[in-house]
């Protein structure tokens, strides 16, 4: 659906094109809604690692279709949130069918060093009230199955009264 309503994934710069240079800092922050859909998506993730920029994928990772490849060159950069604080990567949870992928994903990024407390993740359905959802139960599920957390961003987006989602 995205492609029919935003066009196609083109390339319009570098990582190196995108940094203002010096004195500024090697942070760079992407809006970029598919930076893994991008037929040049392996050079740009290694030129984030050699260049040593700190990057936050704002619009998150889909990571229901991450490869092997995929998840080592993405573990490999140094994400950041989006006020380069500390170490965060994005997701959704859109679909409950899309639990097995999700999951798969997931494990990839752990496998490859991605610290399960770094991942935050957002279900479409987290910020509707008066239920549990699986947003709130899968900081448990990460525990069990990683080790770790997802920090359930939807709570954040309740206790401050915003719901994007509508």
Same mark, same amino acid.
């Given at each position: 659906?995205?492609?029919?309503?935003?066009?196609?994934?083109?390339? /319009?710069? %570098?990582?190196?094109?995108? @940094?203002?240079?010096?004195? @500024?800092?090697?942070?760079?922050?992407? *809006?970029?809604?598919?930076? $893994?859909?991008?037929?040049? @998506?392996?050079?740009?993730?290694?030129?984030?690692?050699?260049?040593?920029?700190?990057?936050?994928?704002?619009?998150? !990772?889909?990571?229901? *279709?991450? %490869?092997?490849?995929?998840?080592?060159? *993405?573990?490999?950069? +140094?994400?950041?949130?989006?006020?380069?604080?500390?170490?965060?990567? +994005?997701?959704? @949870?859109?679909?409950?069918?899309?639990?097995?992928? $999700?999951?798969?994903? $997931?494990?990839? $990024? /752990?496998?490859?060093? /991605?610290?399960?407390?770094?991942?935050?993740?957002?279900?479409?359905?987290?910020?509707?009230?008066?239920?549990? %959802?699986?947003?709130?139960?899968?900081?448990?599920? !990460?525990?069990? /199955?990683?080790?770790? !957390?997802? *920090?359930?961003?939807?709570?954040?987006?309740?206790?401050?009264?915003?719901?994007? !989602?509508?």
């Amino acid at each position: 659906m995205v492609p029919r309503k935003e066009g196609r994934v083109q390339p /319009v710069a %570098t990582i190196a094109e995108l @940094w203002r240079g010096a004195p @500024w800092p090697r942070h760079i922050l992407l *809006l970029d809604n598919d930076v $893994l859909g991008q037929p040049d @998506w392996a050079q740009r993730l290694e030129e984030m690692r050699t260049g040593q920029f700190r990057v936050c994928f704002t619009q998150g !990772i889909n990571v229901r *279709l991450l %490869t092997e490849e995929a998840a080592q060159a *993405l573990a490999s950069v +140094y994400f950041m949130d989006d006020q380069f604080r500390r170490r965060r990567l +994005y997701t959704a @949870w859109d679909n409950r069918r899309d639990e097995a992928r $999700l999951f798969a994903g $997931l494990e990839r $990024l /752990v496998r490859y060093g /991605v610290q399960p407390d770094a991942i935050m993740g957002l279900h479409k359905d987290s910020c509707k009230s008066g239920h549990r %959802t699986r947003m709130e139960v899968l900081p448990h599920i !990460i525990r069990a /199955v990683f080790g770790g !957390i997802i *920090l359930p961003m939807a709570r954040l987006i309740r206790a401050v009264g915003h719901d994007p !989602i509508g």
